[in-house]
């Protein structure tokens, strides 16, 4: 049986013995604490290294970074001095603590979609203690925030990058200490509050907090549930106690940089010291080398604890909003207040507001998937309403869609969605695609599929027409434009739920070739392709309009009664006055979607609590799945994706919420009385 004894400096209370089995060997570990006397640590080496296979130091506080280099403290640097002369292996945990640390986090970033850390904004009690972890980090975020001079010297500041905080290390951290009257001044109550409410602030707006593992409690007692709650915690060597402390303080996950490669949890330097025995590495130059090689061959999976018992993934987003309209302005309480004492003033303040950098409009939360991952994000508008967008041309909107980028990969986000942009800036999203912080998605995948699924879902609530075999409509549905982007999507989605579908465009061999295709996924649907779309429009149960030259095509005097029209134009080709010559037919411009979750919370963005817009949930849906990739761009969507993202919203519970037209959403006392319509003007006929 092989023996380890561990000399720490920390308190003879917590001292235990126990054996365990490693490697097919038996191992006893012994603990000695010393109450922080470093000459009994140094008495007990040399009275126990001929019963130990190998030693392991402990509790001698954090390596002190300076730039790339790291000194011991002189209490530790003693002891391995001493340590050094004898045969009998003496380590402190460092050649594992530094690979085992970056090891751990790389592992759970690959592990987790790659992307797990992507943009997290991350909290370092201290950058100097966590210096190893603060370098690899900065590998896939920028937003990193150490509190060093803080809680160090009471200056109340953050360093905000590691440029920064090798500077900090290396020349400030001592200069700040030799400042006359700084402990003074640091000391005054005034100073005391403002520090403790950057601090507060600034561990609520994190989402990671890396906390070293000494003087684990005195970093985390001053902070109560509400600010660490929701928390994921980088730490080492975590203890049940911690574990149950973290708990009891909302945290969710917690991430254990150092293996468990027992039963027991031990400290990083006794989990060295038993390497170092269990594959007899002597004492010697090349002991750090070999000790590396066995590291590498173990390939040891870290710890990813969830106190609460279930796994716990929130992904982030961010979703580009602009006001349609004046009227949505108003709902920026300085531009309501405005409107109310000079209405007059409104165009000026409209051309105004367009110039406005983009905000944070909304913070967005609450959203859970079936799955189990959350998602929380922030709506950031822009001034400009859609005419002013059209006003100033696309190069104007640009600019602004890259500063709300830049905005969202400070907040944390790992995707961002722009919202809908009118037909003549279609290029817009392509050019934000490439140069944006984010990956970026325009949702029209996801608002083709909604659109669709709306316009079937309203003929089959108005009820005048049957189904066949389950969820194939008796009907005959129409798509002008067939042949465009948007409309090759409507006829291949409206061929699996309608007995009969007409394709009209201006191209015969492009229409001969889309039925084909359409014909090879739905064999069984009744499928005429016509460059008249005239011809059978008072025959049609549904009519999509895909282009805006469907104007000219289609009269809404001349359609059935109960006719479904879903215009997906932008703007619509149909206005509130049109529609009201035909109260017997219903006009639809899109389906709006039921996020997952019960509790979800944001602004009003002129819908019903808990419903999204089908453009802002495929950002939702992508950063459910972890997708944080550019999927739809330009205006015009590809078949494959409008099928993948309805596949993935059907995965994480989006359901169809609401069904929208010129007037905003039908509600079902609206469905009804269309309804009643076309029964009567129907009869009449």
Excluded at 239 to 260: A, C, M, S
Excluded at 397 to 408: D, G, H, N, P
Excluded at 603 to 630: K, Q, S, W
Aim: with cysteine; charged share 25%.
């Amino acid at each position: 049986m092989k023996c380890i004894i561990q000399i720490s400096l920390g308190s003879s209370l917590d001292d235990y013995e126990f054996k365990t089995r490693f490697r097919d060997q038996t191992f006893k570990i012994k603990r000695f604490g010393t109450d922080g006397d470093v000459d009994q640590a140094s008495d007990l080496i040399l009275r126990l290294n001929k019963e130990a296979d190998a030693i392991a130091l402990s509790s001698f506080g954090w390596t002190h970074a300076t730039g790339h280099q790291a000194l011991p403290p002189k209490a530790l640097t003693k002891l391995l001095k001493l340590g050094a002369k004898l045969q009998t292996p003496v380590t402190s945990g460092d050649t594992l603590r530094k690979v085992g640390q970056e090891w751990s986090l790389r592992h759970i970033h690959f592990k987790f979609g790659n992307n797990y850390f992507t943009n997290a904004r991350i909290f370092f009690f201290s950058g100097v203690a966590s210096y190893t972890i603060a370098r690899l980090l900065a590998e896939y975020t920028q937003n990193l925030r150490f509190a060093d001079p803080l809680l160090e010297s009471g200056v109340p500041k953050f360093i905000n990058n590691m440029k920064d905080l090798d500077f900090y290390a290396a020349r400030l951290r001592r200069a700040v200490n030799w400042i006359p009257g700084k402990d003074m001044v640091m000391s005054s109550d005034p100073v005391r509050s403002m520090n403790d409410y950057l601090m507060r602030k600034a561990i609520q707006e994190s989402h990671i907090l890396v906390v070293p593992h000494a003087e684990f409690f005195r970093f985390l007692d001053p902070y109560s549930i509400e600010d660490l709650d929701r928390k994921t915690v980088i730490t080492s060597v975590a203890f049940d106690d911690r574990i149950d402390y973290l708990k009891d303080k909302g945290v969710r996950v917690i991430i254990d940089t150092t293996p468990q490669l027992l039963d027991n949890i031990v400290g990083v330097s006794v989990l060295e010291a038993l390497l170092t025995a269990a594959f007899d590495i002597h004492q010697g130059e090349e002991r750090d080398e070999e000790l590396l090689e066995i590291i590498s061959n173990m390939a040891m999976e870290p710890r990813v604890i969830y106190p609460s018992g279930k796994p716990y993934r929130v992904n982030r987003f961010a979703y580009v909003v602009n006001p349609p309209s004046q009227e949505f302005l108003k709902k920026l309480k300085p531009i309501e207040v405005l409107s109310d004492l000079a209405p007059g003033m409104m165009n000026t303040v409209e051309k105004a507001v367009a110039y406005a950098p983009p905000f944070v409009y909304s913070k967005v939360s609450g959203i859970q998937s079936e799955t189990g991952v959350e998602a929380e994000g922030w709506l950031i508008a822009l001034g400009e309403t859609t005419e002013q967008m059209q006003a100033h041309g696309p190069e104007f909107t640009t600019k602004r869609i890259l500063e709300a980028s830049r905005m969202a990969k400070k907040l944390g986000a790992q995707i961002m969605g722009v919202g809908a942009l009118p037909k003549a800036m279609k290029d817009t999203s392509l050019e934000v695609a490439k140069h944006a912080e984010l990956p970026i998605t325009t949702g029209n995948s996801y608002f083709a599929s909604a659109m669709l699924w709306a316009a079937a879902e309203a003929v089959r609530r108005m009820g005048l027409r049957k189904l066949k075999k389950g969820k194939i409509l008796r009907a005959k549905a129409m798509v002008i434009g067939a042949t465009g982007a948007v409309g090759v999507i409507c006829s291949h989605l409206l061929a699996t739920a309608f007995e009969e579908v007409h394709l009209v465009g201006r191209n015969i061999a492009k229409l001969l070739a889309l039925q084909e295709a359409i014909l090879k996924e739905t064999p069984k649907v009744k499928l005429h392709v016509t460059t008249r779309g005239d011809t059978h429009l008072a025959d049609m149960d549904m009519i999509v309009a895909t282009s805006s030259g469907a104007r000219h095509v289609l009269d809404i005097m001349r359609v059935k009664p109960g006719c479904v029209i879903t215009d997906a134009n932008i703007p619509m080709i149909f206005s509130e006055k049109q529609c009201a010559k035909r109260p017997d037919v219903m006009v639809i411009r899109g389906g709006e979607i039921l996020l997952p979750g019960e509790n979800v919370e944001m602004e009003d963005i002129g819908l019903p609590p808990g419903i999204a817009y089908a453009g802002l949930a495929e950002t939702i849906i992508l950063a459910l799945e972890g997708r944080f990739e550019v999927f739809t761009v330009g205006t015009s969507p590809q078949w494959e994706k409008v099928r993948e993202i309805y596949r993935l919203g059907l995965k994480h519970g989006m359901k169809l919420a609401a069904i929208s037209g010129v007037n905003g959403i039908y509600s079902d006392e609206d469905i009804a009385r269309v309804k009643a319509y076309a029964l009567k003007e129907a009869n009449r006929a």
